[in-house]
């Protein structure tokens, strides 16, 4: 479990760091997303799988960590909120400069 | 009141403030003075908060939901803490007045001012919080509300500066993430307090330096420290001027306040403290010099703010890099005046540009006005002054202390760094008073109507009073910093042992 999730987080921050230093300010946007998935994927492992049954149950087995599943909960809801915010923005940027080429957004120079 | 009150209002007045402003959308003067009651109550209650830790010196807690301290979320009013909360709330319910007598159509938009009692609450939020993913939330929660109030700006280029913002700020989002999931594996806690204990118990964890490089990047983002600055000078000059100088005074003071808290408690075994404070040094130093020379470069008055921030912020993160008791009430007492005089100096820029012609802040377009608006000469002149570090106003008192601090610890270079910056300051700052104010107009043009210079003037005023009566604010600096020299009072007053 451990290797797979090293692997699945590993990918991700792959793809997402490529995505990112793209010029395309579409593609970049998803790179971020593909990131910050990558995280949340990261705080799950750290604790979430370390027991077998949820927490605050009456089961007798070793019970797996709350915390990081509360913690990415809260973490992909704020992504997802900063991922539309992204979305609006850029719908405005394409409206007002006609394009998604990184390299022409760039009239606030002085 | 009790502790449960004072501590929580500060977040909470703001927090319900903003949806209930909401609905007061139709009808946009009742809307504006519910927004600056709710700021005047908030800045009260702050007042009354650092008037009971002046009874009761070990700070004040509040468990969140009566969970027990390494569990839940626990709010700390420590001196620290505290002092930065006035000076948020201080600053914050000028930026209102401003808002208030703004002639900017962003200003009337319904959602303005829901979004500036946002900015407000979660800034008060990331400083009085206890648990580090708490302060990832409130941080998140300050960029969005930034974003969206830079975003409606009545300047073109605003949404482009927001979008930069925005994309910058989420990959330190992210950073600081990576960090609560480092910190969380290694030591199994979020708690700040309880994070200070483990982390001394047990430093040599590998995650704890992988942390602490996160940790570093993310602050410098939020903090607009020089390499990671780029996205600053745009965001600060196409943003609506009463939010322009909230971000340019009091949002990049977070970062200054993610050092603190580094540098003081978390990462305390030597090794790491000296890399910590070398890198902010560094950066400090190479901040000032940039700022300086980068801000004389500019053509427009809210840029060549934006970049002499870049330069104070430096000062301030040389005073944390040093890290004596006096070096750290020097940042503390620099982040204050800071924040009171850029705030002051963007809004008489902000002042200046609606009053212009066509409305923009840059130098071709403000050369020769200044003719027929006296009185925001004097306030400049004023600002300027105090930007400079030339007494009798405040930016004396928080460069004197800085000295002070650096005669202490043997590195006097810091009078010669003090004097470069001050004279680059003056260079960059007469030389708009000069286009502003001495040069002839030859279009002859007319001064519009525009925002009121209510809130630059008590701001500027303040500088006055501060620089000439600082004795108050240097004592609760002087509190705050020997609080901080001792960790074990921290984690003693949230972990209650």
């Not at chain 1, 998935?37 to 927490?55: H, I, K």
């Not at chain 2, 969140?64 to 319910?93: E, K, N, T, Y």
């Not at chain 2, 005023?461 to 705050?480: D, K, N, T, Y």
């Amino acid at each position: 479990m451990n290797l797979l999730m090293a692997l699945a987080v590993g990918t991700l921050f792959g793809i997402g760091m490529f995505q990112i230093l793209r010029r395309n300010v579409i593609r970049s946007a998803i790179g971020m997303v593909i990131l910050s998935n990558g995280v949340n994927l990261f705080l799950l492992s750290t604790g979430a799988y370390d027991g077998v049954v949820a927490a605050y149950t009456t089961a007798s087995q070793q019970i797996s960590d709350p915390v990081p599943q509360a913690l990415i909960l809260t973490a992909i809801v704020i992504s997802m909120g900063g991922f539309s915010m992204v979305l609006a923005l850029l719908y405005v940027l394409s409206v007002r400069y006609k394009t998604s080429d990184s390299d022409q957004i760039n009239e606030l120079k002085y | 009141m009790s502790p449960v009150l004072l501590i929580t209002l500060p977040i909470l007045l703001p927090l319900l403030g903003a949806p209930l402003a909401i609905f007061l959308r139709r009808n946009h003067r009742l809307q504006s003075y519910f927004a600056l009651g709710v700021s005047t109550l908030a800045l009260l209650v702050s007042l009354w908060l650092a008037w009971t830790l002046r009874s009761q010196p070990s700070g004040l807690v509040v468990q969140l939901g009566s969970w027990p301290a390494p569990f839940g979320i626990s709010l700390v009013a420590d001196p620290v803490s505290v002092f930065f909360l006035l000076m948020v709330q201080l600053v914050m319910w000028s930026g209102f007045v401003y808002s208030l007598g703004s002639k900017e159509y962003s200003a009337s938009y319904p959602t303005y001012y829901p979004f500036f009692l946002m900015l407000s609450a979660s800034l008060s939020g990331a400083f009085l919080t206890g648990d580090l993913f708490n302060l990832f939330v409130f941080a998140e929660l300050v960029v969005i509300s930034g974003t969206v109030l830079t975003a409606i700006s009545d300047d073109r280029y605003g949404v482009e500066a927001a979008y930069k913002y925005f994309y910058i700020s989420l990959l330190a989002s992210v950073m600081l993430l990576l960090a609560v999931g480092s910190l969380y594996i290694a030591y199994g806690t979020l708690n700040m307090a309880d994070l200070a204990r483990r982390i001394s118990e047990s430093p040599d964890n590998p995650y704890a330096s992988l942390a602490m490089i996160f940790l570093l990047a993310a602050f410098m983002v939020k903090g607009a420290v020089m390499p990671f600055h780029f996205w600053q000078p745009d965001f600060h000059t196409a943003a609506p001027t009463p939010v322009s100088a909230m971000l340019s005074s009091i949002v990049v003071k977070l970062g200054v306040y993610g050092f603190l808290r580094m540098s003081t408690l978390l990462f305390l075994e030597a090794d790491a403290l000296a890399v910590l404070r070398g890198v902010l040094i560094v950066v400090g130093v190479t901040g000032v010099v940039l700022g300086g020379l980068a801000a004389i470069g500019t053509f427009n008055a809210k840029r060549m703010l934006a970049y002499s921030t870049l330069a104070q912020i430096g000062f301030i993160l040389v005073g944390i890099g040093w890290g004596t008791e006096v070096s750290l009430a020097a940042a503390l007492i620099f982040s204050f005046n800071h924040s009171l005089i850029k705030s002051a100096m963007l809004m008489i820029a902000g002042y200046l540009s609606s009053r212009a012609p066509v409305k923009g802040a840059t130098f071709t377009n403000l050369t020769g006005l200044g003719k027929q608006l006296p009185a925001a000469g004097v306030l400049f002149f004023l600002g300027s002054m105090a930007l400079a570090g030339l007494p009798p106003l405040n930016g004396f008192i928080s460069k004197f202390w800085l000295f002070k601090s650096g005669v202490e610890v043997d590195r006097l270079w810091i009078l010669g760094l003090i004097g470069f910056s001050g004279l680059l300051t003056l260079i960059y700052t007469l030389r708009a008073f000069q286009k502003i104010w001495w040069q002839a107009d030859e279009t002859e043009r007319q001064v519009k109507k525009g925002d009121s210079l209510l809130a630059p003037a008590f701001l500027i005023s303040l500088c006055i009073l501060f620089g000439l009566w600082p004795e108050r604010l240097v004592e609760l600096a002087h509190a705050a910093a020997s609080w901080m020299i001792d960790p074990a009072q921290y984690i003693a007053l949230v972990l209650g042992g």
